[in-house]
């Protein structure tokens, strides 16, 4: 079993800043990319920003220039830079890791999903 453990979500003012975390945990062999996911109330989950293991990176274009996604590989944490916030950029952020491979689940991959952490832009 694997734990998506998201935090640093919050209130912030439009213009403002956050720096939201994610550490992945448990029997793990192999995480391959790393996301975020975001859901606003009556719209469907969207992709913000994914990044492989070695980098490469796929932002939104609703996020491109002010998003920045990067990983720690050796903690398997993900973090997600949001500068320059609008008020529509309030959701709930949810972390993603696809195919996660772990000592139950060899030699093939299963999907995780944190429990997601609220972003509210607002003045």
């Known amino acids: 079993q694997v734990q998506l453990a998201e935090s640093g979500g919050g209130l912030v003012q439009p213009g403002g800043s956050l720096r939201l975390s994610c550490a992945a945990s448990?029997?793990?062999?192999?995480?391959?990319?790393m996301g975020w996911f975001r859901q606003s109330p009556g719209k469907q989950r969207e992709l913000v920003a994914i990044?492989?293991?070695?980098?490469?990176?796929i932002y939104a274009d609703s996020v491109k220039g002010r998003f920045t996604i990067s990983r720690d590989n050796a903690k398997n944490t993900v973090y997600l830079q949001m500068d320059s916030l609008k008020p529509e950029d309030t959701a709930v952020y949810y972390c993603?890791?696809?195919?996660?491979?772990?000592?139950?689940?060899?030699?093939?991959?299963?999907?995780?999903w944190g429990k997601g952490t609220l972003v509210t832009v607002s003045s």
């Open positions: 990044i492989t293991t070695d980098g490469k990176t």
């Open positions: 448990g029997s793990i062999i192999k995480i391959n990319a």
């Open positions: 993603h890791a696809p195919g996660v491979v772990t000592t139950v689940t060899r030699p093939y991959g299963r999907d995780y």
